[in-house]
């Protein structure tokens, strides 16, 4: 069926690098695509979110980039943080659909 | 999650037992959602509501139920049919269905 997928469960990556999280996605009626980021024990937080019209879209540290071709979905995070360590999940939604599907998630693991 | 309030921050159930999950919101929003969050995995959706008075199943609705008395509230039972309701439950409001979905900080719901 019709599903949003993560291709690495875990990342490690070192304090300063550049991280970069995919998702990829079966749907191509989706129009909207999120990235949430959600810390141990609390609620999903929003990051950045993208429309299919768009390829790429930037935010403060973070970038989103869509492939729409090869449907596929990138969160691209610069200078790496202590604080980045979480749980990212990607999300999409149907154009006029009323709910979104979330993918399984990534763990961002950040070393010192 | 700002202006978005989930109580208990734990709850626990005893066999037999309904429990209600309290989600409260301030910011003014008509679309409101409960997910399913089990260890490691992605989110399921359970109810969502478009607007007061009106509600929808999601991919798991079997053994909850939900009402949208008011625009600000939507609490969800977790009912006796539910044989397996261990789990961390999310709501998220919107603005409207279209809109970005926003999480409260979450219920974890263990069985005694």
């Known amino acids: 069926g019709e599903s949003v997928g993560l291709h690495l469960p875990t990342l490690s990556v070192q304090e300063g690098d550049n991280s970069i999280i995919n998702c990829a996605y079966s749907n191509s009626a989706s129009d909207y695509f999120i990235w949430y980021k959600q810390e141990s024990g609390k609620g999903p937080q929003f990051i950045i979110d993208?429309?299919?019209?768009?390829d790429k879209r930037q935010g403060q540290r973070v970038t989103v980039l869509l492939n729409k071709t090869v449907k596929h979905l990138s969160l691209q995070i610069a200078a790496t943080q202590p604080g980045d360590s979480a749980v990212y999940f990607c999300?999409?939604?149907?154009?006029?659909?009323?709910?979104?599907?979330f993918g399984g998630g990534t763990r961002v693991l950040v070393k010192p | 999650d700002g202006g978005i309030t989930q109580s208990p921050k734990y709850l626990f159930r005893k066999e037999g037992q309904n429990v209600t999950l309290s989600c409260e919101q301030n910011?003014?929003?008509?679309?409101m959602y409960w997910y399913r969050q089990d260890p490691g995995q992605g989110l399921r959706l359970i109810y969502y509501?478009?607007?007061?008075?009106?509600?929808q199943k999601g991919d798991i609705a079997e053994g909850y139920s939900v009402s949208r008395e008011k625009k600000e509230s939507f609490p969800l039972t977790v009912t006796s049919a539910q044989k397996n309701p261990t789990a961390f439950y999310l709501c998220?409001?919107?603005?409207?269905?279209?809109?970005?979905?926003?999480f409260g900080p979450g219920t974890r719901l263990l069985v005694l």
């Open positions: 910011l003014n929003h008509d679309a």
């Open positions: 999300a999409e939604k149907k154009a006029a659909g009323n709910k979104l599907t």
């Open positions: 998220a409001t919107a603005g409207t269905v279209q809109e970005t979905q926003y």
């Open positions: 509501s478009q607007i007061v008075n009106d509600f």
């Open positions: 993208i429309r299919s019209n768009m």
